[in-house]
């Protein structure tokens, strides 16, 4: 019994932290059926949706971690990341999730990366609405989250560089530009 225990303490020690792109142990996994149908498919307990169509709308399904890449110019009206537990969306090239920006839903984390002229520039209120998320947004070039990023009642950090971030939100901005 008492081997058991070590065993089971040595090995949560030496277990990964978790992040938006892999599920966490305790975490419920990526759900097939659910995630095809949000035009994603199941890649190590995640639901990945990847698009460059540009009239694409991608919401995560509910109850299971997500990621979302928009490519090129795809996403052009946004991501929702809707019912996701943990939410991480790229918006890369120029004009990526332009007008409808990223809104986290009710994520417990969402990390958003804008990258690209003009990339979630836009959408309803702020280009990035974390909500109630744990967040980090980082947005780089000209324009890109340029309505700003807002949180309600998470927590936020964003890194604005290169022209990037028009707009005073309710986000920090620590001023670190990420490789």
């Not at 971690?65 to 809707?82: F, H």
């Not at 990258?115 to 280009?127: D, K, L, N, Q, S």
């Amino acid at each position: 019994m008492r081997a058991a225990v070590i065993a089971v303490l040595v090995a949560g020690c030496f277990s990964k932290p978790p992040y938006a792109g892999t599920a966490d142990a305790g975490q419920a996994a990526c759900v097939e059926a659910a995630c095809a149908a949000a035009d994603g498919t199941c890649r190590e307990g995640v639901c990945h949706i990847e698009t460059t169509r540009k009239e694409a709308v991608p919401r995560c399904p509910d109850d299971m971690p997500c990621q979302v890449d928009c490519l090129d110019e795809g996403c052009e009206n946004g991501v929702d990341c809707g019912g996701a537990t943990d939410c991480a969306v790229s918006c890369i090239g120029d004009n990526a999730c332009k007008r409808g920006g990223v809104d986290c839903g009710v994520a417990d984390t969402c990390e958003v990366t804008c990258r690209g002229g003009h990339a979630c520039e836009m959408g309803p209120i702020y280009a990035v609405e974390c909500r109630s998320s744990q967040c980090e947004v980082t947005c780089v070039g000209d324009m890109a989250c340029g309505k700003g990023v807002n949180t309600d009642t998470g927590t936020c950090i964003s890194h604005c560089c290169n022209g990037a971030c028009d707009t005073a939100t309710s986000c920090p901005r620590d001023g670190s530009c990420p490789g």
